[in-house]
């Protein structure tokens, strides 16, 4: 079956990382700054805090294109610590220990971080080269 959007792919992978940083950037205000949710917040010289700071600056890094391959990094890092500290413990399967979506975004972010920022991002209007679909940078002869 031929790929129907494929010519689309740049601007659908511009679209993932936007939202899915955006996304991220909101489990950092929750913890941060309470919203959306009920307004507790955490402490922020804490293990949540950081998470919280990582997910609000990581996220948004992430949405603007801004160092995404670093930003996604460390994101999918979070995120791995994450599980193994939170979920695992609990049971064996991300199904059974309410873990999918800490397991989705790490392998979602170490999928940005070999990617880059793409189309649509700050590093694209910074002039950096982009990256091809094949993950190799175009070489200039």
Known sequence: M???LGNYGPQLYALLRI?????FAMHGT??????????????LASLMG??????FVG??????GFLTSWAAFIASGEMAVAYFMAHAPQALWPIENQGELTV??????????ARGSGI???????GRRPVTAEGARPTYS
């Open 2 to 4: 031929e790929r129907f």
């Open 50 to 55: 950081l998470a919280g700071i990582i997910e």
């Open 19 to 23: 939202v899915a940083g955006l996304l």
């Open 30 to 43: 929750q913890k941060l700054f309470g919203w959306p949710g009920d307004g507790n917040t955490v402490e």
């Open 120 to 126: 649509w991002s700050v590093d694209a209007a910074r």
């Open 59 to 64: 996220g948004l890094m992430i949405a603007f």
């Open 104 to 113: 989705v975004y790490c392998f979602l972010f170490l999928y940005m971080a």
